[in-house]
């Protein structure tokens, strides 16, 4: 895999990674601490967490870029910050 550009809106700046599997561990140490609720904690884990990340490469070969929305907070207080990888050259 090449080099990726991941953010989280809000969250973490833009950073150029050279690899996706040195991209996603540092995403991942980002969101897994903040006030998700648990289903959606579980999603997010899914793609960005420990031993995931080829279905987001799969989006990366296919399409070019990959992102999801992360929604902190409570059910009726939250704000939303887009996840999004890029592959960079």
Known sequence: ???VRAEITGIMP????PSLDLALPVLWEHVRELPVREAHRE???SCIGP?????VAH????SGH???TLYVGELTDWTA???T???HP
Not at 51 to 55: E, H, I, P, V
Not at 59 to 62: D, G, K, P, T, W
């Open 43 to 45: 999603f997010v884990r």
């Open 85 to 87: 990888i890029t592959p």
């Open 51 to 55: 031993a995931s990340g080829d279905g």
């Open 14 to 17: 833009p950073a150029l990674f």
């Open 1 to 3: 895999m090449t080099a």
């Open 59 to 62: 989006c990366l070969a296919r």
């Open 66 to 68: 990959w992102s999801i």
């Open 81 to 83: 910050h887009p996840i």
